[in-house]
């Protein structure tokens, strides 16, 4: 066990892009944590697609020793943070496993959206923020303007934040100074009764769930008996040890301010929940650590495999991400128009596009999903309430006494002149104007209280092609407000499609309606018969269109007798037919349903 | 010798004067190259030869030279083939011979040898009746040209024509095919096909079908149905999607494809169904010269069709003609159930796309028009229905 004064427990937190990962990189290789022939660039990030986006998806967690100036070894532990919005709770039970932040801010781009958010998750945490100013090696970084924004707009003393490059290794021993020097060593009594809370949890086929922790009084040893006080569940630890950038060492015991992880067979990540607190069965602590919630899934959608055949394997990769991801939630959906599928819950937008993106990257599936959809409270006349998380399940219109939707606070950072175009958006969307600050000549802070169910569709796209690029956006969750809602189904033929039916504010509807009919008239192809297109609310038809019947489809010449050409041909068109879905006697192409979903990009 | 066993022939002549917008045939564009030209026919008469001799009790009794244009090539070098045909194979005294021709190389000289030699009928490409549309469409000759080709045909003695047209081309209108339509008329063929412009792959017309202002698929439908009751009026039955004829005047030819006859082909990109299999020259004319010389591979393809594709080739084929498929026909042909099939055609008998008439069913010309749809789902209704024979 390490002594309490060598310890120093850090986050870094940053916007998305500017540099946290390669910082990280370059203070492994200066604690030569890894060797250099080893190292691969952003070695925390593990996972391809985080990479490829440039993303954190899951935190890590990793030990470094670093010889300071003074001569002094100190054990650094640098605890990853999650850079997304969606995971905002992830972020916020990383934090409160350190004693300070690292906040990395682009010489050229200063501030942005989730640099404050990041900032004010930290200081709530009562860390000691230490701001460093990344990217000088650009020749638009404006060092020195950025550690007046710094100061001005978020209050923290940056005139000695170290100004580096991470990509080129500039300066990088100045930020391990400061860590050694203000980042407060961790307290924590390890006679105490144990307590540690649990920060990440993966999944590893050989030993079961391995848990970050971070404890926070008393000793964590092998052969302990645990509970996870608010799961309750009990388990014998195996092993407890240290996380290093590639692998992990064992070691016999975990005290009171160190950090490391454990295993102990656990078999369900459900049973060690992030922010859950982990005691002994012996000697257990009075009260848990603060701050445990359950991760509500915030987004739902249906996620159907393009062939029905793969029902199964869409089961069995969903079991598979699900070891991994606790927030991530399913459970089985019929529906009659697209067979057997799963309703998923997630965090956020961003959470919902990655599980749809490793479904078909790493599982090779093929997907179609039904709209997003957040979670509403409807009171019924006869007053019992209902959360609703999916059309299917929303009451007939004459039965709903009050209707409520998820509302969030949005802050929005951009360039002044682009704040016109994002007032517009945001009021589109049924936003209601807070308030606007300056943070500095070239950029606005705009805030909106905005129903969730206005962003989860695309929102954040929009704003990045109206501002090109330059606006970022951060949200959180401001709780429930009535609104008039309705359910709006499509019928094709006369049938209503289930996986197309929505939920809308009503005084959407028709503007909805109409985009979604004409869409759907566009990328449906037409078939032997005339095929009407409805959208309707409670058996109210408000918009159709028609698909014309096809009356043209024939292969005029078989010439010289070759008629393979035609056997192609008709081969060619059942592969076609395989990649649609029967409705009746409608067919519907996978991407009508992605088209009716991109509905709002383009306005 | 076996009884009834008859067999169509046909030669492909890959020669052009010029490659057409539109033409995705195997085919050489440009100049005549004699010695090419003389170098295949030797191709030709050496191939004849050695197939003829696996052929010897079946009956010929219809060749056919396409193309390419055959009347390009020159009547020697046809007079030559035919001449080879009729030494190494039976071919019947009332065979019909069809030579496919193009109005800009046809001469009165040349078609009475031809006729001598036993050519009795002529397909002649005239497409369309206004001069700029041919232009456009990177056709060699004029309409005047095909109106007196017709006159030359018959002067040298062919009471057998054929017109082919075109709809559906580039800038035309509805009223300027009626116009079409009306004028071949006159000019009196015995058959006529209309074919349905497509733009092919890798044609030059594919590289500018965008801005070709090509009629869309309800104004391509429109002209169809109007030709199919157009003709109808002049008094050409409609026997198959694209072919029309006076009473008695079908192509056997063609009809041979659509009921499943055998036939032989002969030449670079020629198909047969023959014994059992259907097989296909490459489309590579240097190749087939050499192959056939020096005994090298010539076959692209060739594949033995087992009796359950046949069932489809069946559906497919023919219901293509009008005279559609038969219950009694396809249950002892295939030994598969009809039902299923008879449950589906009732279905698109009552939208209008099919008719049953004298104990056969058959495409109605708004079901010719969607017939890959149609078609297609009669397949998977076989496929999905078990044969007789299992039961």
Sequence with gaps: MTDLGKLRNFSIIAHIDHGKSTLSDRLIELCHGVEQREMENQLLDNMDLERERGITIKARAIRLVYTAQNGEDYVLNLIDTPGHVDFNYEVSRSLAACEGAVLVVDAAQGIEAQTLANAYLAVDANLEVLPVVNKIDLPAARPEEVKHEIEDVIGLPAMDAPEISAKN??????????????????????????????????????????????????????????????????????????????????????????????????????????????????????SPLPGYHEAQPMVYCGIYPADGARYADLKDALEKLKLNDASLSYEPETSTALGFGFRCGFL???????????????????????????????????????????????????????????????????????????????????????????????????????????????????????????????????????????????????????????????????????????????????????????????????????????????????????????????????????????????????????????????? | ?????????????????????????????????????????????????????????????????????????????????????????????????????????????????????????????????????????????????????????????????SLDLMYGLPNQTRAQWMNTLRHVVELKPEHLSCYGLKVEPGTPLAGYEDCANLPDDDAQADMYLYAVSALESYGYNQYEISNFARTGFESLHNLRYWLG???????????????????????????????IAHGGAILSECVQIPMRERAGEYLMLRLRTAAGIEEEEYVKTFLMAFRPLERELKQYAEQGFAEYQRGRWRLTPKGFLVSNQIIGKLLDTQHASSTLSKK
């Design chain 2, 1 to 161: 010798m076996e009884q009834g066993k008859t067999l169509g022939i046909y030669v492909h002549i890959p020669f052009c004067r010029s490659k057409c917008e539109y033409c995705d045939f195997y085919s050489i564009g440009g100049s005549r190259d004699r010695d090419l030209m003389d170098r295949y026919v030797q191709a030709l008469v050496t191939h004849i030869r050695e197939t003829a001799r696996g052929a010897g009790d079946y009956l010929v009794d219809t060749v056919y030279f396409g193309g390419g244009t055959p009347s390009f090539f020159g009547a020697d070098g046809l007079k030559r083939i035919l001449g080879e045909l009729y030494k190494r194979f039976d071919i019947a005294p009332d065979a019909e011979i069809t030579m496919e021709a193009n109005p800009d190389s046809v001469s009165l000289r040349e078609l009475r040898a031809l006729r001598r030699a036993g050519f009795n009928r002529i397909s002649l490409g005239v497409q369309n009746d206004a001069d700029e549309m041919l232009k456009a469409l990177g056709r060699p000759h004029t309409y005047g040209q095909a109106v007196s080709a017709v006159r030359v045909a018959r002067e040298a003695g062919f009471d057998n024509l």
């Design chain 2, 261 to 291: 006859g055998e036939y032989l082909g002969f030449g670079p990109a020629a198909a047969s169904n023959f014994a059992g299999k259907r097989f296909t020259c490459a489309p590579d004319l240097p190749g087939y010269i050499d192959g």
């Design chain 1, 348 to 603: 956020g937008l961003l959470h919902m596009e990655i599980i749809e993106e490793r479904l078909e990257r790493e599982f090779n599936l093929d997907l179609i999903t039904t709209a997003p959809n957040v979670v509403y409270r409807i009171t019924k006349t006869d007053h019992t309430v209902l959360l609703v998380d999916n059309p299917a399940d929303f009451p007939p219109t004459v039965e709903i006494e009050q209707g409520e939707e998820p509302f969030v606070k949005a802050s929005i950072i951009a360039p002044p002149e682009y704040v016109g175009s994002i007032m517009d958006m945001c009021q589109n969307r049924r936003g209601e104007y807070q308030d606007m600050t300056y943070l500095d000549k070239t950029r606005v802070e705009i805030h909106y209280i905005m129903p969730l169910n206005e962003i989860i569709y695309d929102f954040f796209d929009a704003l990045k092609s109206k501002t090109r690029g330059y606006a970022s956006l951060d949200y959180t969750l401001v709780g429930y407000r009535p609104s008039k809602l309705v359910k709006l189904d499509i019928l094709l033929n006369g049938d209503v499609i289930d996986a197309l039916s929505f939920i809308v504010f009503e005084e959407r509807a028709y503007q909805r309606a109409r985009k979604i009919v004409e869409k759907l008239k566009d990328n449906i192809p037409r078939q032997m018969f005339e095929i009407p297109v409805q959208a309707a609310i409670g058996g109210k038809v408000i918009a159709r269109e028609t698909i014309k019947a096809l009356r043209k489809d024939v292969l005029a010449k078989c010439y010289g007798g070759d008629i393979t050409r035609k056997k192609k041909l008709l081969e060619k068109q059942k592969e076609g037919k395989k990649k649609m879905r029967q409705f009746g006697t409608v067919s519907v192409p996978g991407e009508a349903f992605m088209a009716v979903l991109k509905l709002d990009s383009e306005d």
């Design chain 1, 169 to 286: 290794g500039i300066n990088i021993s100045a930020v391990l100074e400061d860590i050694v020097a203000h980042v407060p060593a961790p307290t924590g009594d390890r006679s105490a009764p144990m307590r540690a809370l649990i920060f990440d949890s993966q999944y590893d086929a050989y030993r079961g769930v391995i848990v970050y922790l971070r404890v926070m009084d008393g000793v964590i040893r092998t052969g302990d008996e645990v509970r996870m006080m608010a799961s309750g569940a009990r388990y014998r630890v195996l092993e407890v040890g240290y996380l290093h950038p590639i692998g992990m060492t064992p070691t016999d015991a975990l005290g009171a301010g160190e950090v490391g992880y454990f295993t102990a067979s656990i078999k369900d990540v459900a049973d060690t929940k992030v922010g859950d607190t982990v005691t002994s069965v012996q000697n257990p602590a009075a």
